[in-house]
């Protein structure tokens, strides 16, 4: 096999054209076999087998950048630069499913979140300029998906300034991010997609021309230097070069030898150029372009043969949410539901089929989509806004001041909240509790089961004059959690019985992490500790009662899913204080630091963030308190 000959990229310099054909077949058998094993982005990373066999043929990685906006299609990168070992993709200790600085010196943006690579490209285009590196080049790949956030034309508005700074935009084109790409833009580039016909027009015209005597020549000669206009006309890709951005293509993104003429051309050039390449995500693979939704953008565990999932899954907290936003859509005609690019993942897609004028896909523009449910809000409407908790840092300043402060009713549905593993540190959702604690006016809601959501986002909607948000985590939804009482707006899920009147530990319980609780408090009372387990349900703001109940008790625990500096371990303290009650308080999360991918139950275990670790640290908390700490109260838990 050539693919196992191929150790770096420079070992392509010695394939001849036919060999990197077969090379290309040999990619996508391998990623076919190997990501149906282990899930994964399979979808994108067959559509650009070709374009990056061409980028590490033309460009010398590591010296010059070949940077990949998202990273979910560096797959491929990964094999060109000797990591061929996909037998651990995104577990514990194997590859990570993004580019990794820890991985390979090839590997420079690891942050996999969207429409970020144009600016990394600036400023490693100026740095090279700054530092006289005249022999370093810069070619940054972006999808036409990413080119709808904003952050890439704010990029792309610096980069066109310098007319004379070289650096490579690679366009690649396939019509979708996650789903079909929307919008303006992509309206733009399909023209540019459909639009031969200048190309045509030319040869055919100079085939003519030359034979017509004495004229002729001159005739072409003013046709070709027309070219501007008539490519306006036929072709109009002048939206980029208006910008100032030399524009080739666009290029079949699946012809080696036009797409490393293309780059060839682009990296000989003395300023920034646009390289527009027309891909096919899931190329090569029937079951992926068969699939309309996302083209097997990611998988789980597939049969190879026939794309199908190799068990049944289970129901998600995401599919909970899509039927319930179905249910209340046909009650309220004023329900509409906003995505950025993830109209599938998020669970919307159920909701877009039922009320299809009711439904917005902003792009990857995650700000536009706050600031334009702000809009909707106070023209009368309820906006339910879906998206990853880790992409809601995006708009944090929209809903800030726009929705909070404008005191509009939008819904924000955060899904995939806390560890999430797989995807790595960028997609873990552990700084959402925290960064919206500061948000004055906004309700923050965590269910704890699949009951809960669906009336924790009835209660949510119900919300006209400041924002909302309900959270839930990544995969199955698990078993109900039943309440067996109610203080204040906080469901009992344990209490301590009637002979005890003064009960060791209030352990308050947030969202999903309802069973790791009760779990911890039947390990407490096996020691001989008394526990009330309350789900505030709503975690901001704290419930008035929760100070008052943590008075009758001894020791106060929060235990959530969420990074521990501002998180609701932080609120319920300072409620606490504000209201006058000295009770020790421990506040068990995540730690402030970025987490390697794993199974999400390896990084609780690694975290500290399991039953029997926190049960052994309350334990010694209370003998402390009762002045008899013993040094390894651990095999008592245990």
Same mark, same amino acid.
């Given at each position: 096999?050539?693919?196992?000959?191929?150790?770096?990229?420079?070992?392509?310099?010695?394939?001849?054209?036919?060999?990197?054909?077969?090379?290309?077949?040999?990619?996508?058998?391998?990623?076919?076999?190997?990501?149906?094993?282990?899930?994964?982005?399979?979808?994108?990373?067959?559509?650009?087998?070709?374009?990056?066999?061409?980028?590490?043929?033309?460009?010398?990685?590591?010296?010059?950048?070949?940077?990949?906006?998202?990273?979910?299609?560096?797959?491929?990168?990964?094999?060109?630069?000797?990591?061929?070992?996909?037998?651990?993709?995104?577990?514990?200790?194997?590859?990570?499913?993004?580019?990794?600085?820890?991985?390979?010196?090839?590997?420079?943006? $690891?942050? &996999?979140?969207?429409? %970020?690579?144009? @600016?990394? =490209?600036?400023? #490693? /285009?100026?740095?090279?300029?700054?530092? !006289?590196?005249?022999?370093?080049?810069?070619?940054?790949?972006?999808?036409?998906?990413?080119?709808?956030?904003?952050?890439?034309?704010?990029?792309?508005?610096?980069?066109?300034?310098?007319?004379?700074?070289?650096?490579?935009?690679?366009?690649?084109?396939? $019509?979708? &991010?996650?789903?079909? %790409?929307?919008? @303006?833009? =992509?309206?733009? #580039? /399909?023209?540019?997609?459909?639009?031969? !016909?200048?190309?045509?027009?030319?040869?055919?015209?100079?085939?003519?021309?030359?034979?017509?005597?004495?004229?002729?020549?001159?005739?072409?000669?003013?046709?070709?230097?027309?070219?501007?206009?008539?490519?306006?006309?036929?072709?109009?890709?002048?939206?980029?070069?208006?910008?100032?951005?030399?524009?080739? @293509?666009?290029?079949?993104?699946?012809?080696?030898?036009?797409?490393?003429?293309?780059?060839?051309?682009?990296?000989?050039?003395?300023?920034?150029?646009?390289?527009?390449?027309?891909?096919?995500?899931?190329?090569?693979?029937?079951?992926?372009?068969?699939?309309?939704?996302?083209?097997?953008?990611?998988?789980?565990?597939?049969?190879?043969?026939?794309?199908?999932?190799?068990?049944?899954?289970?129901?998600?907290?995401?599919?909970?949410?899509?039927?319930?936003?179905?249910?209340?859509?046909?009650?309220?005609?004023?329900?509409?539901?906003?995505?950025?690019?993830?109209?599938?993942?998020?669970?919307?897609?159920?909701?877009?089929?039922?009320?299809?004028?009711?439904?917005?896909?902003?792009?990857?523009?995650?700000?536009?989509?706050?600031?334009?449910?702000?809009?909707?809000?106070?023209?009368?409407?309820?906006?339910?806004?879906?998206?990853?908790?880790?992409?809601?840092?995006?708009?944090?300043?929209?809903?800030?001041?726009?929705?909070?402060?404008?005191?509009?009713?939008?819904?924000?549905?955060?899904?995939?909240?806390?560890?999430?593993?797989?995807?790595?540190?960028?997609?873990?959702?552990?700084?959402?509790?925290?960064?919206?604690?500061?948000?004055?006016?906004?309700?923050?809601?965590?269910?704890?089961?699949?009951?809960?959501?669906?009336?924790?986002?009835?209660?949510?909607?119900?919300?006209?004059?400041?924002?909302?948000?309900?959270?839930?985590?990544?995969?199955?939804?698990?078993?109900?959690?039943?309440?067996?009482?109610?203080?204040?707006?906080?469901?009992?899920?344990?209490?301590?019985?009637?002979?005890?009147?003064?009960?060791?530990?209030?352990?308050?319980?947030?969202?999903?992490?309802?069973?790791?609780?009760?779990?911890?408090?039947?390990?407490?009372?096996?020691?001989?500790?008394?526990?009330?387990?309350?789900?505030?349900?709503?975690?901001?703001?704290?419930?008035?009662?929760?100070?008052?109940?943590?008075?009758?008790?001894?020791?106060?625990?929060?235990?959530?899913?969420?990074?521990?500096?501002?998180?609701?371990?932080?609120?319920?303290?300072?409620?606490?204080?504000?209201?006058?009650?000295?009770?020790?308080?421990?506040?068990?999360?995540?730690?402030?630091?970025?987490?390697?991918?794993?199974?999400?139950?390896?990084?609780?275990?690694?975290?500290?963030?399991?039953?029997?670790?926190?049960?052994?640290?309350?334990?010694?908390?209370?003998?402390?308190?009762?002045?008899?700490?013993?040094?390894?109260?651990?095999?008592?838990?245990?």
């Amino acid at each position: 096999m050539l693919l196992t000959r191929i150790k770096g990229p420079r070992d392509l310099d010695r394939l001849s054209q036919e060999e990197l054909i077969q090379l290309a077949a040999e990619i996508r058998s391998f990623l076919v076999d190997a990501v149906s094993k282990t899930g994964g982005h399979l979808g994108p990373n067959l559509g650009v087998v070709e374009l990056t066999i061409a980028l590490h043929r033309v460009f010398e990685s590591p010296k010059d950048k070949v940077l990949f906006d998202t990273g979910h299609q560096a797959y491929v990168h990964k094999l060109l630069t000797g990591r061929q070992d996909f037998a651990g993709l995104r577990t514990k200790n194997g590859l990570s499913g993004y580019p990794s600085r820890a991985e390979s010196d090839h590997d420079v943006i $690891e942050n &996999s979140h969207a429409s %970020t690579v144009l @600016g990394w =490209a600036d400023g #490693l /285009a100026k740095a090279n300029e700054v530092l !006289g590196r005249e022999d370093h080049h810069v070619a940054a790949v972006i999808g036409d998906g990413a080119l709808t956030g904003g952050m890439a034309w704010e990029a792309l508005n610096n980069i066109a300034a310098a007319k004379d700074r070289p650096l490579v935009i690679v366009v690649n084109d396939n $019509e979708r &991010s996650y789903g079909p %790409t929307i919008g @303006g833009l =992509a309206n733009h #580039l /399909a023209t540019l997609r459909t639009t031969d !016909g200048y190309e045509r027009f030319l040869a055919r015209g100079k085939e003519i021309l030359e034979r017509t005597p004495v004229v002729g020549k001159p005739l072409f000669e003013t046709l070709h230097g027309a070219k501007k206009g008539l490519k306006d006309f036929i072709a109009p890709q002048g939206m980029f070069e208006d910008l100032g951005l030399k524009y080739i @293509g666009p290029i079949d993104g699946h012809d080696i030898e036009a797409l490393e003429s293309a780059l060839q051309r682009a990296k000989r050039f003395s300023g920034p150029v646009i390289v527009h390449c027309l891909t096919q995500k899931g190329r090569g693979y029937t079951p992926a372009l068969e699939h309309e939704a996302d083209r097997f953008h990611a998988v789980g565990v597939i049969h190879p043969d026939t794309g199908l999932p190799v068990k049944t899954a289970a129901a998600s907290w995401t599919s909970v949410f899509a039927d319930e936003m179905v249910k209340i859509g046909h009650e309220r005609p004023d329900i509409v539901g906003i995505t950025a690019a993830m109209l599938h993942p998020v669970g919307l897609n159920k909701f877009a089929e039922a009320f299809p004028d009711r439904i917005y896909d902003v792009g990857i523009a995650e700000q536009h989509g706050a600031t334009s449910a702000a809009g909707l809000a106070t023209g009368g409407v309820h906006p339910v806004f879906a998206v990853y908790a880790t992409f809601l840092n995006r708009a944090f300043d929209q809903v800030l001041m726009d929705v909070a402060l404008h005191k509009c009713g939008v819904t924000f549905v955060l899904d995939r909240a806390g560890v999430t593993g797989d995807d790595g540190a960028s997609h873990n959702g552990m700084w959402d509790m925290s960064i919206l604690q500061v948000v004055p006016g906004l309700r923050l809601a965590a269910p704890r089961d699949a009951e809960q959501l669906r009336a924790q986002l009835r209660e949510a909607v119900e919300v006209k004059d400041a924002p909302t948000v309900v959270r839930f985590s990544k995969g199955v939804v698990g078993p109900a959690v039943p309440a067996v009482g109610r203080i204040g707006g906080m469901d009992v899920l344990r209490a301590p019985g009637a002979e005890v009147t003064r009960p060791d530990v209030l352990l308050v319980s947030v969202g999903a992490l309802a069973p790791m609780c009760l779990e911890i408090a039947d390990l407490l009372d096996k020691q001989g500790i008394s526990t009330t387990v309350v789900d505030p349900r709503w975690v901001k703001p704290v419930d008035e009662a929760l100070a008052p109940l943590a008075d009758r008790h001894r020791v106060v625990v929060t235990v959530e899913d969420n990074g521990r500096a501002g998180g609701v371990g932080s609120a319920v303290s300072q409620a606490l204080r504000d209201a006058g009650v000295d009770v020790p308080l421990r506040d068990f999360g995540i730690p402030q630091r970025f987490l390697d991918h794993a199974l999400r139950k390896e990084i609780l275990a690694e975290i500290g963030l399991t039953a029997p670790d926190i049960a052994r640290q309350v334990t010694g908390l209370v003998a402390k308190l009762d002045g008899r700490y013993d040094s390894e109260p651990a095999a008592a838990v245990d």
